[in-house]
């Protein structure tokens, strides 16, 4: 029984240390997609240190805002191990998210980061949905200079409720936080989820799953 106890503790300690981005072991671990003079760690195949420059760390372009003209009213730019390959094994990156009046980023969760978000203008009503079996929702109006944490995983969501265009930048603790957006994951899959099992899952006639399934589900991350 003890050793059962030892072995089901270690267990929840590794799991929840695997939960997040590894550790660097190295002072960086710039990415390239070439394993010729590379090394594999995690992530992305890594560029030898000593070709690392400048423009590995470097991304010009974040106070150009982005095309919010979409149905969903709002925008997302991201910073991550794709755009800045110097952030491979740091755990750590960056987007920016401009929203029209009444825009919306839409209910979606991070598989891999916690993000904490801080408004520079406008206005935005945000919130997230605590995991069951409670399923609370934790809601703020948010202004200019105010900060706010979506913790890892649970699903989330940012609105501008204000009349003028606000702007948002966040930290997510990934290299690559990775996106699913609720919407699009469940009605918008490829292939279609069979409506049989949404119709029973939403508790909803099977016209309404095929409605929602005909829909488009555009991706703003
Ligand atoms: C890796 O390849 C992808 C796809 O070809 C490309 O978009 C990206 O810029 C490349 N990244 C690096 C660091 O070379
Ligand atoms: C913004 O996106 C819309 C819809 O895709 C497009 O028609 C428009 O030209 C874009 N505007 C800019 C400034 O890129």
């Known amino acids: 029984m003890a050793t059962i106890l030892v072995a089901l503790t270690l267990l929840a300690l590794a799991s929840s240390v695997l939960a997040s981005d590894p550790s660097p072991l190295q002072d960086f671990c710039v990415a390239i997609n070439e394993t010729k003079d590379g090394v594999f760690v995690n992530g992305k195949f890594c560029k030898g240190p000593e070709l690392a420059s400048a423009n590995d760390f470097f991304l010009r372009g974040l106070h150009i805002p982005g095309n919010t003209s979409n ?7 991201p910073a991550n191990v794709a755009q800045i390959p110097g952030l491979n094994t740091l755990g750590i990156s960056l987007v920016r998210i401009d929203y029209a009046p009444y825009g919306l980023n839409p209910p979606h969760t991070h598989p891999r ?21 409670d399923n609370r929702l934790i809601t703020k109006v948010l202004y200019k200079g105010d900060v706010f944490v979506f913790p890892v995983g649970l699903i989330h969501f940012q609105f501008n409720i204000g009349k003028t265009n606000t702007v948002a930048f966040a930290g997510l603790s990934s290299q690559n936080p990775g ?14 989820i069979s409506d049989d ?20 589900w555009m991706d703003i991350n």
């Open 179 to 192: 996106v699913i957006t609720i919407a699009n994951s469940v009605f918008g899959s490829n292939p279609p």
């Open 113 to 133: 980061a916690t993000e904490i978000l801080v408004v520079l203008e406008g206005t935005l009503y945000v919130g997230f949905v605590t995991s069951n079996p």
């Open 71 to 77: 149905q969903l009213g709002s925008a997302v730019t």
């Open 197 to 216: 099992v949404l119709a029973k899952a939403f508790q909803v006639d099977k016209k309404v799953v095929d409605h929602l399934q005909a829909q488009f």
